[in-house]
């Protein structure tokens, strides 16, 4: 089951996640979290499929989805 995460400081590293945007060619990002910033606003995510480590930035507007079967 998959639930919303409102704030990344809820997150810690090795959760599994899923990152939603409005960008149609890269709409479903998903991995496990490698990194959280001390106010919450990056997130540095292992990508699934060999797709690397990648940083994020909260304000972009992505919706996060915590995998709670994986944690």
């Given at each position: 089951m998959r639930q919303e995460v409102r704030s990344w400081l809820e997150l810690a590293p090795g959760d599994t996640v899923v990152l939603l945007t409005s960008d149609k060619r890269n709409?479903?990002?998903?991995?496990?979290?490698?990194?959280?910033?001390?106010?919450?606003?990056?997130?540095?995510?292992?990508?699934d499929s060999?797709?690397?480590?990648?940083?994020?930035?909260?304000?972009?507007?992505?919706?996060?989805?915590?995998d709670s079967r994986a944690s």
């Open positions: 709409a479903r990002i998903a991995g496990r979290v490698d990194d959280i910033s001390a106010d919450g606003s990056f997130l540095w995510l292992l990508q060999g797709a690397g480590r990648r940083l994020f930035h909260r304000p972009d507007g992505y919706t996060t989805l915590l």
